[in-house]
């Protein structure tokens, strides 16, 4: 499985754009990049997936550069309820479960 | 839908009883995973399912035991509970099928071991 390395923390102000960096130097071919949410006392929810360029849905963006090496996750104009963690992970989803690490706890400050 | 749902939401053991928690999904998922969650890190992955009968281990198995009888229930063991075992336990589905998987999560039971 592709290790990730994402920042541990980040603050941003309501409104603000915040991208979300996560290396994965040894990305596989058949490795997809996949985003979670997790809010304090709850599961993870999906945010958004994607294999090259640009995904985005009505959450999020994803994007990925040519060589795959790494991605950023956007999330346009948060707001206090975008507080957070965080999680990259990297791999061919259905060869072995995905490693969820410490991923990133993002903190929106009015 | 229901999604994942877990019971207990908690429970508090005492060293060396054992318990079982539950969980359900009626997605007719094929895959179920079990994590548990330390205070402040990510999930680590306990034992996982990729259908009925089939069962694995993930990064930390030691300590539980998992059974797959059905598609929509898997059950975690804890035998001879101990104060590492403190954790928030999650239990997970997915479709397991196709390039892409999106895993669903259940709320989770806050366990405490004493």
């Known amino acids: 499985l592709a290790k990730t390395t994402q920042p541990i923390s980040m603050d941003s102000y309501e409104g603000q754009e915040v991208n979300i960096t996560c290396s994965h130097n040894?990305?596989?071919?058949?490795?997809?990049i996949t985003w979670y949410q997790q809010f304090p006392s709850q599961g993870p929810r999906f945010i958004i997936q994607?294999?090259?360029t640009k995904v985005t849905n009505e959450v999020a963006s994803l994007f990925i550069p040519a060589d795959r090496k790494s991605s950023t996750l956007s999330l346009p104009r948060v707001s206090l309820s975008d507080t957070a963690v965080y999680y990259c992970?990297?791999?061919?989803?259905?060869?072995?479960?995905?490693?969820f690490g410490k991923g990133t706890r993002l903190s929106v400050i009015a | 839908n229901a999604g994942v749902t877990q019971t207990p939401k908690f429970r508090i053991l005492k060293i060396g009883q054992s318990m079982t928690l539950q969980c359900t999904q009626d997605?007719?998922?094929?895959?179920m995973y079990w994590y548990r969650q330390d205070p402040g890190m990510g999930l680590k992955l306990i034992y996982y399912?990729?259908?009925?009968?089939?069962?694995d281990k993930g990064e930390v198995p030691n300590g539980y035991n998992v059974s797959r009888s059905t598609t929509e229930d898997f059950p975690l063991r804890l035998e001879l509970a101990a104060p590492s075992q403190t954790s928030v336990y999650f239990c997970?589905?997915?479709?397991?099928?196709?390039?892409?998987?999106?895993?669903?999560f259940g709320p989770g039971t806050r366990l405490t071991v004493l």
């Open positions: 399912s990729v259908g009925a009968g089939i069962t």
């Open positions: 997605m007719n998922h094929n895959y």
């Open positions: 994607g294999y090259k």
């Open positions: 997970a589905s997915s479709y397991g099928t196709g390039d892409t998987d999106t895993q669903y």
């Open positions: 040894n990305i596989a071919t058949n490795d997809y």
């Open positions: 992970l990297v791999g061919a989803l259905l060869n072995t479960p995905l490693v």
